[in-house]
């Protein structure tokens, strides 16, 4: 019996090591500030895997994102890394240092600086939080989808993915 004794402790620790390390992998891709509103739980795997009609991973976070007060980052790519989606949450202690101090005055310069920077008005999408913006994708870039909430303004850039997609998404990050 002590001859398997040597055996079994290196397997069961080298599982309970793997056990331990897995809920942090699961969570890996997000990254958070203080007083922010977790944009992982905000729109999660299963709400994306329903929302696309594929299944998506999680994707890391550059380390050199900050964590900063009031912002929230997660992102998530298909199988196949080619459609792509990062979805950033910004509550309103993100904006106290800001000239936009209130989310209204946030969504809206967020709306304007992309409606210049694409040259195309945004695209209203009635019925979704207080107010919905899709700005298509322009030649191998990414769409992105302004959502105004009661309590944070959410930006998702997708890369891949159709407006119908997109539109689903922001249906997901506006409840």
């Known amino acids: ?38 944009a992982c739980g905000l729109v999660t795997k299963a709400e994306l895997d329903a929302a696309l009609g594929r299944p998506v991973q999680p994707r890391q976070v550059p380390p050199s994102t900050p964590a900063t007060l009031g912002v929230s980052v997660c992102m998530w790519a298909t199988r196949d890394g080619r459609r792509t989606l990062s979805v950033t949450t910004y509550t309103p202690e993100a904006l106290e240092r800001t000239q936009t101090k209130t989310l209204r005055a946030f969504y809206d310069s967020l709306r304007t600086s992309h409606a210049n920077n694409t040259g195309r008005p945004a695209q209203v999408l009635p019925g979704i939080a207080r107010h919905a913006s899709y700005f298509a994708a322009r030649e191998g870039l990414g769409s992105t989808v302004l959502v105004h909430r009661q309590d944070a303004v959410v930006v998702i850039n997708l890369t891949g993915l159709t407006k119908e997609e997109a539109i689903a998404v922001a249906k997901t990050a506006g409840d």
């Open 1 to 38: 019996m002590s001859r398997h004794v040597p055996r079994l402790l290196p397997s069961a620790s080298l599982l309970l090591c793997l056990l331990l390390a897995m809920p942090a992998a699961l969570v890996a891709q997000g990254k958070s500030g203080p007083r922010s509103l977790d």
